[in-house]
């Protein structure tokens, strides 16, 4: 893997992964999550979400399940969405090659 700036990355894509930066915690209707990695290499972001249509990916982890494993999901951040920790400054987004 390596890494990409934010500078990198379409508004338009931007807009749409929202605040989610590896080690952001994130709350919704559907639980908490910890924000283990941003796959935006669109190849990489297809074959983790099995969708041919996908241009990124994050890869979670429900922190309110002492169980909860990583997995992938591709949902745009909503209004429902909100932010309870964000990324630290140096945060990264870590594509496949």
């Given at each position: ?7 990198q ?15 952001a915690?994130y ?7 910890e924000?283990?990695a ?14 041919t249509?996908?241009?990124?990916a ?10 909860g ?15 309870i ?13």
């Open positions: 893997m390596h890494s990409i700036a934010l500078r990355i379409r508004p338009s894509v931007q807009d749409e992964i929202g605040p989610r930066r590896p080690g915690i709350q919704n209707t559907d639980g908490r999550f924000v283990l941003l796959v935006t290499n669109p190849a990489d972001a297809a074959q983790l979400l099995r969708r249509a996908a241009r990124w994050v890869i979670i982890r429900d922190t309110l399940r002492p169980d494993q990583p997995f992938a999901i591709g949902s745009v951040w909503t209004d429902s969405d909100y932010l920790r964000p990324a630290p400054a140096t945060s990264v987004y870590a594509p496949a090659a």
